[in-house]
């Protein structure tokens, strides 16, 4: 098997959903927030982006209509456990199966159909650069800006005092509410874009559950990430050079079934590893 500039397209590709969605989580992280329902809300994502770029014949309007409803989507986990004060794992997980169902039942009720979506006039996002839509190149710009405001701003600091100690932030006169509002919503939006790449840049359609564990793939990148941009990035390729590996074994005549499980396996052996590696440190 080699190693060329397919196969980086490839990795590329498959890494992008994952990032949007692992940058997501990590931005709720620091502020305290354990969010996930990365998993739903991208699902969401993709099927507002098809809806959007169905109707208005501009895949452009299907990514802001991705963000859009991911954003507000967000808002049950926001409102949940922000105003609420719920357990944002319960709510994560309410949100995620929702998404499925809801996500289900709109495609019988838009679309009249069961299972995909897919039709000739469905536009997708054209490529910009190496064959790859600008959201791909959006995903790592996202990187650089989401660690220069998280740790070069004012508002950075804020979330990252929140995230270390709420009450001691609000002593400090931190609006810890409005601020996990932010967070949140600007996750939601993140995972729209996350949704946006996988339905109209990796491929041009819908389908039910196609998220298929990338939004619980990018929860486990963001706890070996440490939910740090960069940290999150180096995971995120990590699960995204095992997808693409896994395609480029398909070709190689291995069975389908147990190519797509290889970031799933990866997935596992990564946490098994930082386990330990924390185990000796301890130890140490």
Sequence with gaps: MNFDLALVSSVLRAVTPILFAALAGALCQRAGVFNISL??????????????????????????????????????????????????????????????????????TVFGTTGSFSDPGLRGLDPVLFGHSALVYAAWVAVAVLAFLLYRTSWGLKVRGIGENAEAAAKLGVNVARERYQVIIAAGALCGLGGAQLALGNVTLFSENMTAGRGWIAVVAVMLGMAAPVGVLLAALLFGLAEGLGFRLQGLGLPQQATDAAPYVVTLLALFSQRLFRRERSNA
């Design 39 to 108: 998993e739903g809300t991208m699902l969401v994502g993709c099927f507002a982006a098809v809806a959007g770029s169905w109707f208005t014949g501009n895949p452009w309007l299907g990514v802001l209509a991705a963000v859009v409803a991911s954003a507000a989507y967000s808002l049950i986990l926001a409102i949940g456990s922000v105003a609420l004060g719920g357990d944002p794992i319960v709510l994560s997980i309410a949100m995620n199966l929702l998404a499925v169902g809801l996500t289900s039942f709109l495609l019988r």
